[in-house]
């Protein structure tokens, strides 16, 4: 069984200064901590934090929309990867990313769900103040 994940941050960014920086591996690495392997190519390898997370670049709307294959080290082998949705929109105070995963397997739903805050969306929101 499967679960969808659906979460949204506003950081303090435009949505295509969010976008530019995931798309760039050095920026991705330095609000993650992380390696990233990481370019906007359509069918490109995609590959985060040392290889824990990995999948491939599928679709690009420059600066409004990523979708990858993405898949995580504590998925089974036999789990099929799951979709990414990454949505990036302005706001008054700042960049919204809406985010949808699907197909994330029950028995990692939680450590994704957990995941994106904590690797993700806090980090960056701390890295985004210190280059400030």
Same mark, same amino acid.
């Given at each position: ?13 435009? #949505? ?8 760039? #591996? $050095? ?7 992380? #390696?990233?392997?990481?370019? $906007? ?43 990414? %949705? ?5 706001? #008054?105070?700042?960049?919204? %990313? ?12 939680? =450590?994704?769900?957990? =995941? ?17």
């Amino acid at each position: 069984m499967t679960r969808a994940i659906q979460q949204s941050v506003v950081l303090p960014a435009s #949505a295509a200064r969010l976008y530019e920086m995931y798309v760039t #591996a $050095e920026e991705h690495a330095g609000f993650t901590g992380a #390696a990233v392997e990481v370019e $906007e190519t359509p069918g490109s390898k995609f590959s985060a934090f040392d290889g824990v997370l990995t999948g491939r670049m599928l679709a690009f709307a420059r600066p409004r929309l990523i979708v990858q294959s993405w898949r995580s080290t504590k998925f089974n082998a036999d789990d099929q990867d799951s979709t990414l %949705i990454l949505t990036f929109s302005d706001e #008054a105070d700042g960049g919204r %990313i809406d985010l949808v995963h699907l197909n994330v397997p029950e028995h990692d739903y939680d =450590g994704v769900t957990e =995941g994106w805050p904590q690797h993700y969306w806090t980090p960056w929101r701390k890295y985004l103040t210190r280059i400030k």
